[in-house]
């Protein structure tokens, strides 16, 4: 069964300035449908050919002989993820029980915030930055390439690209700025709140 490109769950160009509709042209239209393409022209007559994109990632997670599969099939879950963690008008504060948390395990939200700029800008080279659930702690993390936390026993509740595809329109090399940005104005703190509460 093809595996096909999400809509976005926006306009491409409602998350302007901050992000323009070329960045989203670019980065939707073309990298996250090129993961599609490549993938679906893998698994045809693989074992993989029936799976979901979930069960591809985990049964490819590691295997170096299987590193296509999981690249495109990770890179499709991640996109994905990460376009839902964005919102017009978004940013700010999370509320509730999410916010509780993050004060228990980053001691103020200020931490949480610095913690996750720093994973982004620190991560070298290609990657991803993420807010994660693990053992009932949140926990800031950055993986590289394709890589992912459901293969490492944690659930996502917010991402960052950090690929240079993600901000070198808007922002060019400045990875900081871009990071800063998606923080104050952009995370859909609805969204991260309800993986919270599903993952807790
Ligand atoms: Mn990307």
């Not at 610095?114 to 693990?134: I, N, P, R, Y």
Request: charged share 20%; hydrophobic share 40%.
């Amino acid at each position: 069964m093809p595996f096909t490109l999400p809509e976005l769950p926006y306009p491409k160009e409602a998350l302007e300035p901050h992000l323009t509709a070329k960045t989203f042209e670019f980065h939707h239209g073309k990298h996250h449908n090129a993961y599609v393409t490549n993938l679906n022209n893998m698994i045809p007559g693989t074992e993989y050919e029936t799976m979901s994109l979930e069960d591809i990632i985990k049964k490819t997670a590691g295997d170096a002989t299987k590193a296509g599969f999981f690249n495109n099939a990770a890179q499709i879950w991640n996109h994905t993820f990460y376009w839902n963690c964005m919102t017009p008008n978004g940013g700010g504060e999370p509320t509730g029980k999410l916010m509780d948390k993050i004060n228990e395990d980053f001691g103020d939200f200020g931490k949480f915030k610095d913690a996750f700029k720093q994973a982004g800008v620190t991560q070298f080279g290609s990657g991803w930055a993420w807010l994660v659930a693990e053992n009932g702690k949140l926990k800031v993390t950055k993986t590289l390439n394709a890589d992912l936390p459901m293969v490492h026993g944690q659930t996502p509740l917010l991402t960052m690209d950090v690929w240079e595809h993600a901000y070198y329109i808007d922002f060019q090399n400045r990875r900081p700025d871009y990071a800063q940005t998606f923080i104050d104005k952009l995370i859909n703190w609805e969204f991260v709140s309800k993986n919270f509460e599903a993952a807790m």
